[in-house]
């Protein structure tokens, strides 16, 4: 089990750029990866960027080359960068934790509100 701490949202106008961070609390050792989804108002929960241990960052292409996904030092902690932000960027963005025990199993955040909006 592992319990998941976003922070880091909030208001910023088109162009800007925002750090969401991610703390991860309980058995992090089973951590298999690491990421963030968002979910636009009317919409679904989308993918927005993923870590899998020994991996390199995957990105959805909507935010490939504005995004940035790191894990801290001590790999209990995922942070996304988010630069030249579009008011299509606005959502709730939640963390994503994926362990491998048994099989795979994900827990997602209480989620953290971005809006991109002059």
């Known amino acids: 089990q592992v319990q998941l701490a976003e922070s880091g949202g909030g208001l910023v106008q088109p162009g800007g750029s925002l750090r969401l961070s991610c703390a991860v609390s309980?058995?992090?050792?089973?951590?298999?990866?690491m990421g963030w989804y968002r979910q636009a108002p009317g919409n679904k929960l989308d993918l927005v960027a993923l870590?899998?241990?020994?991996?390199?960052?995957n990105y959805a292409e909507s935010v490939q080359g504005r995004f940035t996904i790191t894990r801290g030092n001590a790999k209990n902690t995922v942070y996304l960068q988010m630069n030249s932000l579009k008011p299509g960027d606005t959502g709730v963005y939640y963390c994503?934790?994926?362990?491998?025990?048994?099989?795979?199993?994900?827990?997602w955040g209480q989620g953290t509100r971005v809006t991109v909006s002059s």
């Open positions: 994503y934790a994926r362990q491998l025990l048994d099989g795979l199993k994900s827990t």
């Open positions: 309980g058995s992090i050792f089973s951590l298999n990866a």
């Open positions: 870590i899998i241990n020994g991996g390199n960052p």
